[in-house]
């Protein structure tokens, strides 16, 4: 998984874990709405609406991580993901030898994975992280003449450039000759990388790696374009070179409408592509002993080209037929029947707490202390494919700023090494039942709420979606604003999967969306 540390406020009191177990018979109305005793703690069940809207293309350079391959979601169709990649040199002005010949070249890609155990010959037993599904594509590796800018031309290169996830056709229209890789049915490897090199001593040593992309590319490629360009002046800055060889384009293509999908990261250390070659040097130890001091011997040496700074991904999205206007009817006033959440170029939900400023004024009034409130999203069973398929994660953030809740950013439960468990607190993971069918989802926003009805602050318009890793809160711009909706989380853009909730206009009313405040009564 990906990992971002991020400053902490500073600690403050935990609150008081509640346990809600039995009611009591006594209620109220206040507001229009039935408020109930749990064990002696009020529950009011306050106003939310929720509604859905299809994002279209997204920015996506800039993040963390990205998406390659091919991945059919049950609900939402399929999403193809290619990669667009800027190669950049390792030191500038790089100085090959004396008539320096490639022996190999080496392209680079490592997975996200992790080690479970020491297999019975020695070697590492890996588990891959990030992966959906488990069906091969084809994926060619291209050179591309597409130039990546960092910073936008049209804007007097006085902000960053943005690249947007439909630009994939513009990308493809710029390759150039024949595919430097090609894996007709590519399915990434789980097992260790075992592989000979030559180390500081030119020794060969052997190397255990972890899983990962590793394969051979044209040699004579390299020799021409790199090796036999030194002291060029292609070579002598990173920006002469990107204008030189403009970059890499990764292109999955279906395989009977199947394939699988990594989150990949191309800024790892360890990704790029390695040229192995052989340069002349004087042997002057006389090692053959017939006297001469001055021959000539081929001397082992490597050069490393890395990945990025660039790399943008290309997504396709194919709903399903009837899908994209069932999203488009939601009703921003009443709410929906259903809630859709999609990652990528996807689908983002909107939350509206409180049914009124009617509402919102009792409640203030009341003067009450806040001891909890929660959201909470129930799956519809009926239209989500139980398993792998459900994101363990949602993510609840102000629409207005982009920013996270007060809750997310106190929840001690922060988790930089195990994203998938961090900030539950605030936003839980996935209730499954015994078979293993996702539930619900809990989201804490006490603080929140505190604030809007103790502190008058404003009652700020909220988005949910799914996200790859909860502790990622930075955003991406849209390409086109769609409602309120300017920018979404990165985590979310690098997400493949969807769900779908019900809405608090379910024809289920067990399990339309809840908004619960659990309170004191104030003495004052």
Known sequence: MIFLKRARLAPIALLLVLAFISCDDDFNTIGGRLVGQFDS??????GVTGYSKKIGPVQTNGLPANLLGVYNDPVYGQQVANVLTQLSLSTINPQFGTDPVVDSVVITLPYFSTALEAGEDGNTIYELDSIFG??????TVSRSNFF??????????????KYYSDQGPAFENNLIGAPLYTNE?????????????FNEQNELDTVRATPRLRANLPVQFFQDNIINKQGSLELSNNNNFNNFIRGLYFKAEPINSNGNMLLLNFANSEAGITIYYNSQIVDASDSDGDGDTTEMIGQPASYKLNFGPNTVNAFSQDFPSGMASEITETNAEAGAEKLFLKGGEGVV??????EDEVELAELRANNWLINEA??????????????????????????????QLFD???????????????????????????NGAGVSYKIRITEHVKNILNNDSTNVRLGLVVTQNINLVRSSALKTAVDSITRVPRASVISPEGTVLHGNLSSDVDKRLKFNIYYTESNN
């Open 41 to 46: 703690i009020p529950l009011y069940e306050a």
């Open 134 to 139: 488990n069906s091969p594509y084809k994926l």
């Open 148 to 161: 990546l800018n960092n910073f936008d031309p049209e804007a007097d290169f006085a902000s960053v450039q």
């Open 185 to 197: 049915s590519f399915s990434p490897s789980e097992e260790e990388v075992i592989y000979a090199e």
């Open 349 to 354: 939900s909107l939350i509206e707490l409180f």
């Open 374 to 403: 929660n959201l909470t999203f129930f799956v519809d069973q009926d239209r989500v494919q139980s398993g792998e398929s459900e994101p363990e994660r949602i993510y609840l953030y102000n629409l207005k700023t982009n920013e």
């Open 408 to 434: 997310y950013l106190i929840d001690p439960t922060l988790n930089n090494e195990n994203p998938l468990n961090s900030i539950t607190s605030h936003s839980s993971r996935l209730e499954r039942d015994e």
